[in-house]
């Protein structure tokens, strides 16, 4: 017979209330970020095929979507931007007039209290499809950073919060926070990409975005999958550069340096659940071999469990209605 005093830890799992206020980890629609596209035209909407749910948006209807995901609860976004031209340097990624500026604006208009975080990188933007300026078959570092921090500059006085480099060049955080400080836009965050994995998982955002590699790939700057030391040695030099808060991108399959990075730095870590992992998501729940509501909240509560303080997700919007929005 079990003695009385034996551990039953099933006690807190009997029903849903109890394991409802028993919960270690829990995600809340503050904590999810919602990625938008944004290209040129009027009244578009264009859904995207291989992400399920997900659509560009011209200037004029990115203030409606923005205004919805606000009203599901997610306070958020994080801004890619689909240029008209491209050429050899990525012009249209720091004209002030360009598409994410444009954005940034009329988000800001449409919902003030929504936070605007600002990609930036070139490779939405170049003719060649690489992160940075190309000077003999490759990326250039030192010549991109002035650019990055140009971009950075041009989005945050069109009233971005947050920029977010993402090109993963050396000192990419540095040429921003002194770009912005320089023009007295001292206010403005930045978030390194800091861990940012040369990964499969990107497929359908490059779709989306218009922004895959003309030749070669990126794996020149983006980091192998292999190295969690690494990763956080490129944590810890985006933080020494002035990164107010750093990233782990994807999430799914680095769950491990989210922990790690999370035990050794204090600064808040944001993880990407990357377009590939919310597009397996929605593919087996649309065969039904998978709850799709079940499986997406598992995944993020995953994210949130192993030190993620914010989640980009394409689930943004469906996560926070289904978690009952704004409280």
């Not at 923005?66 to 306070?75: F, I």
């Amino acid at each position: 017979m079990t003695p009385p005093s034996a551990l039953r830890l099933r006690r807190l799992r009997g029903t849903e209330a109890v394991r409802s206020i028993m919960s270690e980890t829990t995600v809340d629609p503050s904590d999810l970020i919602a990625p938008i596209f944004v290209r040129y035209g009027r009244g578009l909407v264009e859904p995207v095929a291989s992400l399920p749910g997900v659509s560009r948006y011209s200037v004029d209807e990115v203030g409606a979507y923005s205004a919805r995901l606000s009203d599901a609860g997610v306070r958020a976004v994080l801004l890619f931007g689909i240029p008209e031209t491209k050429d050899e340097t990525g012009t249209q990624a720091y004209a002030e007039d360009g598409i994410v500026p444009s954005a940034i604006r009329e988000i800001k208009r449409a919902v003030p209290s929504m936070i605007v975080m600002a990609d930036v990188c070139l490779c939405e933007y170049t003719s060649h499809g690489h992160c940075g300026v190309v000077r003999g078959g490759q990326v250039d570092n030192d010549e991109t950073l002035p650019l990055l921090g140009k971009a950075a500059v041009a989005y945050a006085k069109a009233g971005a919060d947050v920029v977010a480099p993402s090109a993963m060049m050396d000192f990419q955080v540095r040429a921003l926070r002194e770009a912005l400080d320089e023009s007295r836009l001292q206010r403005t965050l930045v978030m390194g990409y800091s861990a940012k994995f040369a990964s499969s998982f990107y497929g359908p955002f490059r779709e989306a975005a218009c922004s895959a590699p003309s030749f070669g790939d990126r794996r020149g700057y983006q980091m192998p999958p292999g190295n969690a030391r690494e990763a956080l040695r490129e944590i810890e030099a985006d933080v020494g550069e002035g990164a107010d808060l750093v990233m782990v991108k994807p999430a799914l399959p680095y769950l491990d340096v989210i922990s790690r990075a999370r035990e050794r730095f204090d600064v808040p870590i944001a993880a990407y659940n990357v377009s590939g992992e919310y597009a397996m998501v929605k593919a087996a729940g649309s065969k039904g071999w998978i709850d799709e509501k079940a499986a997406a909240m598992e995944v993020l509560t995953s994210i949130k469990r192993a030190g993620a303080d914010l989640i980009i997700t394409y689930f943004a919007e469906e996560a926070a209605s289904w978690l009952g929005g704004s409280r």
